[in-house]
C-alpha cells in the first residue's frame, strides 16, 4: 500500500505542495528537450533526404563542437574558427558522400546504417587524434552568447531561467523556422523534398542526387555545430557527450523518423518527462534512472503507435 | 588444385546435407581443433592465452549470439553488452548462494537467466520493427547498466560495487579465480565455445534457423507461409541472449576474473555489432573471424609502434585504432557487404578450381 501511495499519490502531492520546483522541473525539461530536438532534426533531414538512418549526428554534433573549440584554442579568433568549422563541416559532407555513399548506392538500409556506426568510430578517433581527448570548456563568451540567470518571482518561489537557455530555445526555433522556409520556398529545398519523396522520379527529373547529399549533409552537420555549441555551452566538450546524443534516438523514434515537427514535439516530451521523472519518481528507485527513462517513454509511446506519432503510416506490401 | 572434391561420393541425404561436406574441410577442421586443444596451451605464454586467445574465445561466442538475433533473424540489438552483463551477475549470485555446486554448471545456468531478461526485452519487437527496435534494445542496455550499478543485492552489498570470482575447481583442477592457471581458463573456455557453436551451428542449418533466416528476408511473407513470428522472434532473443548471457558469465569467471559495471557499458555492444558486421552476418565462422579482427587487430596495432620502433605515445594508438576500426567497417561493408564469411567462401571455391578461372 506504501509502495502505492509513493508512486501515485505522494509525487503529485508534491508537485501541488510546491509548484515553483515544478514549474523550474518543467522548464529545464524543455530547454533539455530542446537541445535533444535539435539532434534529432539533424537526423530527420538526412533520413528524408537519403533514407540513411545516420547513427554518425550525435558524433558530429560532438566533433562540430571540438573542431570549434580547438581550433580557438590553437590561436583562431572565435568568429573565423566558427567559420572554419563550417567550412570542416561541409568537407565532411563531401567527403561522406563520396567516400561512403556513393559506393554504397542501392545497398540495403541496415548496410548504411552500419557504416554509420563505422564513420562514428571514424570520428572519435580522428577527433581525438586531432584535438586530444581532454574535455575543453564552451567559448561562450567569445560567441556573445548571454550568461547569467533571470530569477523569476512567481507562484510562491523563485524560478531561475538561465539566459543561455533561453538563447538555445531562440537559436532553435530559428534554425527550424529557416529549414522550413529552406524546404518550402527555395529550388534546392524543392528538390530535396523530391527526393525524399521519391529517389527516383527525382533523378528522372534531371536532380543530381548526389549533389542533394553533399547539401543535406552539410545542412546536418550545421545544425550539428549549433547544437554542439549548446551542448558544449552547458556541459564541457568531449566525447563524452555522446551519451547525451543516443539520446537522441528515442526522441527521433517517438516523433517519428520523417518529421521536422515530429522531431521537436518529441524531444519536449521526452525532455519534460524525463525532468519530472528523475525529480519526483527517481528518489524511489534510487536516482539515475534519467540515463534510460526515456528509451522507455519511446517505448511506451511505440506501443501504441509503431511509426512514431509523426511519422508516415507504414504500409508493408510482399 | 589444392581443394578438389573429386571421388568423394555421397550415399545419403544426410551426408549430402552434411555441414563440412567434403574431406579436406573436415581434416582442416580436425587440424584446427588440434592446434587448438593441443598446440596453443601446450605452448602459449600468458600474455598470449590471457590477453588474445581466452578473450578472442568468449567474444566469439557473444558474437555467435547476437549473429543469431541480428544476423539469422534480422532484429537489430544494441543491448548485448546488457545481456552479457545478466549472465555475469546471475553466475556471480548463483556461485555465492550455492558454492558446493561446480561452477560450470552456474556459468549455463546463467544464460538461462540472460535468456529470461532477453525475452522480456525481446516482446516490443513483435510490435516494433527495423530502426525502431533499436531503441527497445537500447532501453534493455541502459537499464541493466544502470541496474547492476544501482541494486546492491546484484553485488552481494560489498564496498567497491565490482563482482569478484572466488576460487572453483573441476576434478580437483582450479579453474576459477587467482589460482587457475590460463591454460586451465582457455581450455575450459575452448570447450564450452566448441560445443555451443556446434549446437548453433546445428541450429541454424535445421528447421529452426530456416524460419529465422524467413522472419529476416521478410516477416509478413513469413507470416503468411505459416511461421509463428510470436515464437519466431521470441525463440531469437531467447537463443541469442543464452549465448550471449553464457560469454558474459565466461568472461568475468574465466577471463577478468573480476568486473564491475563498466565492463558491460554500450562500447561492448557496438563491439560485438562491429564484430558480426566485419566477420558477416548470419555466418557461425564469421563471429569467428569479427572477433579476431575486432579484439586482435587492436592488440597488434598497440604492438606495431614498439616494434617498428617508432616513438609514438599510446594515447595517440589508441586514437588511431578508433580510426581504422571505423574505416575497416566501412571499406568491408563497400568491398563485401556480407563480411569475412563471405570472402572465405570465394575463396575457398577459387581454390577449388584453381588454376582454372572456373
Known amino acids: ?318 | 588444385m589444392f581443394y578438389r572434391e573429386a571421388g568423394q561420393f555421397k550415399t545419403s541425404y544426410a551426408a549430402d546435407m552434411a555441414i563440412f561436406p567434403i574431406r579436406q574441410d573436415r581434416i582442416g577442421l580436425a587440424l584446427i581443433l588440434l592446434v587448438a586443444f593441443v598446440a596453443i596451451p601446450a605452448t602459449g605464454d600468458q600474455f598470449l592465452l590471457n590477453t588474445m586467445m581466452i578473450p578472442f574465445l568468449i567474444l566469439s561466442l557473444a558474437a555467435i549470439g547476437l549473429n543469431i538475433l541480428t544476423g539469422y533473424t534480422g532484429l537489430l540489438s544494441l543491448g548485448s553488452a546488457g545481456f552479457m552483463g545478466v549472465g555475469a551477475f546471475a553466475c556471480y549470485k548463483l556461485a555465492t548462494y550455492f558454492p558446493h555446486v561446480n561452477i560450470l554448471i552456474w556459468i549455463l545456468v546463467s544464460g538461462i537467466a540472460s535468456s529470461a531478461v532477453g525475452v522480456f526485452f525481446g516482446l516490443p519487437s513483435l510490435r516494433i520493427k527495423g530502426f525502431y527496435l533499436v531503441v527497445a534494445t537500447l532501453a534493455a542496455q541502459f537499464f541493466l547498466e544502470w541496474a547492476f550499478a544501482r541494486v546492491p543485492w546484484l553485488y552481494n552489498y560489498n564496498d567497491s560495487g565490482a563482482i569478484e570470482v572466488s576460487k572453483a575447481t573441476l576434478f580437483g583442477v582450479p579453474i576459477t579465480g587467482p589460482n587457475a592457471t590460463p591454460a586451465t581458463r582457455y581450455l575450459v573456455a575452448l570447450t564450452i565455445v566448441c560445443a555451443m557453436a556446434w549446437i548453433a551451428s546445428n541450429i541454424v542449418h535445421g528447421r529452426i534457423g530456416r524460419m529465422w533466416m524467413a522472419v529476416r528476408d521478410m516477416d509478413i511473407a513469413a507470416e503468411l507461409i505459416g511461421i509463428r513470428l510470436f515464437q519466431a522472434k521470441l525463440l531469437a532473443f531467447a537463443v541469442s541472449s543464452f549465448y550471449i548471457g553464457v560469454a558474459g558469465a565466461m568472461m568475468v569467471f574465466l577471463w577478468l576474473g573480476a568486473a564491475e559495471p563498466e565492463a558491460f557499458n554500450i562500447d561492448l555492444s557496438f563491439q560485438l555489432l562491429f564484430m558480426i558486421i566485419i566477420g558477416g552476418l548470419g555466418s557461425i565462422v564469421g563471429a569467428f573471424f569479427g572477433a579476431a579482427i575486432i579484439h586482435l587487430l587492436p592488440i597488434g596495432l598497440r604492438a606495431l609502434p614498439a616494434a617498428l620502433g617508432l616513438d609514438i605515445a599510446a594515447a595517440t594508438v589508441e586514437h588511431l585504432t578508433f580510426m581504422a576500426t571505423g574505416a575497416l567497417i566501412i571499406i568491408v561493408l563497400i568491398v563485401e557487404p556480407n563480411g569475412l564469411a563471405r570472402l572465405w567462401q570465394t575463396t575457398k571455391r577459387k581454390l577449388r578450381v584453381w588454376p582454372f578461372p572456373y
Open chain 1, 1 to 318: 500500500m506504501s509502495v502505492l501511495y509513493a508512486i501515485f499519490v505522494d509525487p503529485f502531492a508534491q508537485m501541488a505542495a510546491a509548484p515553483d520546483l515544478l514549474a523550474q522541473a518543467i522548464w529545464e525539461g524543455l530547454v533539455g528537450g530542446v537541445l535533444y530536438a535539435l539532434i534529432a532534426l539533424g537526423f530527420v533531414l538526412i533520413y528524408k533526404a537519403s533514407g540513411v538512418f545516420n547513427f554518425a549526428q550525435g558524433i558530429m554534433m560532438v566533433f562540430a563542437a571540438l573542431t570549434l573549440v580547438g581550433l580557438h584554442e590553437k590561436g583562431v579568433p572565435a568568429w573565423v574558427a566558427l567559420g572554419l568549422t563550417i567550412a570542416v563541416m561541409y568537407a565532411l559532407a563531401l567527403g561522406v558522400e563520396r567516400l561512403v555513399l556513393r559506393p554504397l548506392v542501392n545497398q540495403p538500409d541496415i548496410m548504411l546504417l552500419m557504416a554509420t556506426f563505422g564513420l562514428t568510430y571514424f570520428l572519435v578517433g580522428f577527433g581525438e587524434l586531432v584535438f586530444g581527448g581532454n574535455p575543453k570548456s564552451m567559448i561562450t563568451k567569445e560567441l556573445w552568447l548571454p550568461q547569467g540567470a533571470i530569477d523569476l518571482h512567481i507562484l510562491g518561489g523563485t524560478v531561475t531561467l538561465q539566459k543561455l537557455d533561453i538563447a538555445a530555445a531562440a537559436i532553435a526555433l530559428a534554425m527550424v523556422a529557416g529549414l522550413g522556409f529552406f524546404f518550402q520556398k527555395t529550388r534546392i529545398g524543392r528538390a530535396l523534398r523530391a527526393v525524399a519523396d521519391d529517389h527516383q522520379a527525382a533523378l528522372s527529373v534531371g536532380i543530381s542526387l548526389e549533389q542533394i547529399w553533399v547539401v543535406v549533409w552539410f545542412a546536418a552537420g550545421v545544425v550539428a555545430l549549433a547544437t554542439g555549441i549548446m551542448w558544449g555551452a552547458r556541459s564541457d566538450v568531449s566525447f563524452a557527450l555522446q551519451v547525451v546524443a543516443l539520446k537522441a534516438l528515442p526522441v527521433l523514434i517517438l516523433g517519428g523518423l520523417t518529421s521536422i515537427p515530429g522531431a521537436i514535439v518529441g524531444g519536449l516530451i521526452i525532455g519534460v518527462g524525463e525532468k519530472l521523472g528523475e525529480f519526483y519518481w527517481g528518489p524511489l528507485l534510487g536516482g539515475g534512472i534519467e540515463r534510460w527513462l526515456a528509451y522507455f517513454i519511446a517505448l511506451a509511446f511505440l506501443l501504441f503507435r509503431p511509426q512514431g506519432l509523426f511519422g508516415e503510416r507504414i504500409i508493408e506490401r510482399i
